[in-house]
């Protein structure tokens, strides 16, 4: 079992910064793949950042070159941060977990979520 907690969240204005932050407990952190999602109201849950177990990473073309993800793995620690930050960047934010160390970005393949933390741009 993994549980995965998200925190760092608020209210900034555009073009500020915010670093978000996802605890995980359980299992064997190292090997998973770690990705980040955001949903926004009215809006399906889609994918931001991910970083697999052996260094890759992958980001969402809405967040490149703003958003950096990062990992320490003897913390069990995946980090988000996002500069640059714009309003269309307003969502929950979720820490997601794919035991089986993949490159991906779809959501169903990730087994395990935090329970998302709130992420408000204002213009």
């Known amino acids: 079992q993994v549980q995965l907690l998200e925190s760092g969240g608020g209210l900034v204005q555009a073009g500020g910064s915010l670093r978000l932050s996802c605890a995980a407990s359980?299992?064997?952190?190292?090997?998973?793949?770690m990705g980040w999602f955001r949903q926004a109201p009215g809006k399906e849950r889609e994918f931001v950042a991910t970083f697999t177990w052996s260094g890759s990473t992958v980001y969402a073309d809405s967040v490149k070159g703003r958003f950096t993800i990062s990992r320490d793995n003897v913390k069990k620690m995946v980090y988000l941060q996002m500069n640059s930050l714009k309003p269309e960047d307003t969502a929950v934010y979720y820490c997601a977990a794919d035991l089986l160390g993949r490159i991906t970005t779809q959501r169903a393949l990730y087994d395990y979520w935090g329970q998302g933390t709130q992420v408000t741009v204002s213009s």
């Open positions: 359980g299992g064997t952190f190292s090997r998973y793949t």
